[in-house]
């Protein structure tokens, strides 16, 4: 996430909506890229938008993966 943004150091708050850090559609389909690659998981192309915080997107890839947070 820190090297999308390019934030250096900063952890941004989970609950923060991604789009008040600055995420828009080319950064949205970088993330998803990464994601991708780091993971080994296809997803949707809107996946990072249904997923408006990185908390949420955190469960959200979880999910995906079939695995359990609690």
Do not use: C, Y
């Amino acid at each position: 996430m820190r090297t999308v943004l390019q934030s250096g150091n900063s952890r941004p708050d989970p609950q923060t909506p991604l789009r008040s850090l600055g995420f828009d559609s080319l950064l949205s389909m970088e993330l998803r890229t990464r994601l991708q690659a780091g993971l080994g998981i296809r997803l949707a192309n809107d996946f990072v938008w249904k997923h408006p915080t990185i908390a949420s997107l955190a469960t959200g890839l979880a999910r995906r993966m079939g695995l359990d947070l609690s």
